[in-house]
Nanobody, 122 residues
Framework: QVQLVESGGGSVQAGGSLRLSCAAS????????IAWFRQAPGKEREFIAR????????YYADSVKGRFTISRDNAKNTVYLQMNSLKPEDTAVYYC???????????????WGQGTQVTVSS
């Protein structure tokens, strides 16, 4: 069983940056597909980015491409989401999910963290 714990959320002004962390236990992150999703109030959970296995290929949603970067530290068994040039529309609860396939659909991810709130003010 994989356990995931997100951290690093907070409040920031538009144009600012945050780095989210997704610490995993139970399996090496290099053996998993790890993705970040976000969910704003009243909206569906939205795919943001994923990092594949074992080579770590990355893929991004168009809405964050060029602003967000997903990366992995195998020694710390942690996946990061560096978020730059934040916009008010990035405000949401951010979740990391672990799965076996390179998917953009939340149902394909079997394990989830508890989420971390990101609030971007204008």
């Amino acid at each position: 069983q994989v356990q995931l714990v997100e951290s690093g959320g907070g409040s920031v002004q538009a144009g600012g940056s945050l780095r989210l962390s997704c610490a995993a236990s139970g399996r090496p992150v290099s053996s998993l597909v790890i993705a970040w999703f976000r969910q704003a109030p009243g909206k569906e959970r939205e795919f943001i980015a994923r990092i594949g296995r074992p080579a770590g290929w990355t893929y991004y949603a168009d809405s964050v491409k060029g602003r967000f970067t997903i990366s992995r530290d195998n020694a710390k068994n942690t996946v990061y989401l560096q978020m730059n040039s934040l916009k008010p529309e990035d405000t949401a609860v951010y979740y990391c999910g672990a799965g076996e396939t390179a998917a953009t659909v939340s149902d394909d991810y079997l394990n989830w963290g508890q989420g971390t709130q990101v609030t971007v003010s204008s």
